[in-house]
């Protein structure tokens, strides 16, 4: 069976305090991973896809990278904004995504 | 360019009742996916349609069903809903995977929350 696992689960940062937010998973035929930031109450947002071990990607303070066991996300120097609960999801065949229970980052001015 | 469109956003519905939702896919998609997305946990795979057929499914009950349009758009069918149905539902879309094909984004509706009491 598919599995995904998150941590930590919460992560509370001051602003400028960078942290990595680990993904761990176990996905047969895995077609790639991606990542998602959810705001409280709204719908996933894409951020990236990583396609195979090695692959890092970047988007402002983020940086994903992918092993073939995990993914992080890196957050640099993060900003209030940042604040929100990150999804990581492996695709299967067939479009399917498996999520992760999300990290939930708090970071404080 | 539209981006994946779902009604209602909330909805209030009494224990053993049915409930509708709908989603419209982003412009150019023809595969759409539901998740249920619990308070506090990550979204969870009910099942996916292209080409107005189930193509693969999650593990759910038969009282969720679904349907997809020949204009691609698709709904969530729940029938004789259980308090343990409120959640977030959301719908996603993306192109239909062609062989090993991965480069395929795959885009959020902003959900639909369901209330059940």
């Known amino acids: 069976e598919d599995q995904v696992t998150q941590s930590p689960e919460a992560l509370r940062l001051q602003e400028g305090e960078s942290s990595s937010l680990n993904c761990s998973y176990t996905?047969?035929?895995?077609?790639?991973l991606f990542w998602y930031r959810q705001d409280p109450g709204k719908g996933p947002e894409f951020l990236f896809t990583l396609y195979s071990a090695g692959e890092e990607k970047e988007k402002e303070r983020l940086k994903a990278t992918l092993t073939k066991k995990e993914s992080f996300l890196h957050i640099t120097a993060p900003k209030p904004e940042d604040s929100a609960t990150y999804l990581c999801?492996?695709?299967?065949?067939?479009?399917?995504?498996?999520f992760g229970g999300g990290t939930r980052v708090l970071v404080k001015p | 360019d539209a981006g994946v469109t779902q009604s209602p956003t909330h909805l209030i519905k009494t224990r053993g009742q049915q409930v509708t939702l709908r989603c419209s896919p982003k412009?150019?998609?023809?595969?759409v996916s539901w998740y249920q997305q619990a308070l506090g946990q990550g979204p969870q795979f009910i099942f996916q349609y292209y080409e107005e057929e189930e193509r693969q499914r999650g593990n759910f009950p038969d009282r969720f069903s679904g349907h997809q349009f020949p204009n691609y758009s698709s709904e969530l069918n729940v029938n004789a809903l259980l308090l343990g149905d409120s959640a977030l539902y959301l719908c996603?879309?993306?192109?239909?995977?062609?062989?090993?094909?991965?480069?395929?984004?795959?885009?959020f509706g902003e959900g639909s929350w369901l209330t059940v009491v």
């Open positions: 996905v047969s035929g895995l077609r790639g």
């Open positions: 999801a492996p695709k299967a065949a067939g479009n399917k995504l498996t």
């Open positions: 412009s150019g998609h023809d595969t």
């Open positions: 996603a879309s993306s192109f239909a995977p062609t062989g090993t094909s991965s480069g395929n984004t795959i885009y």
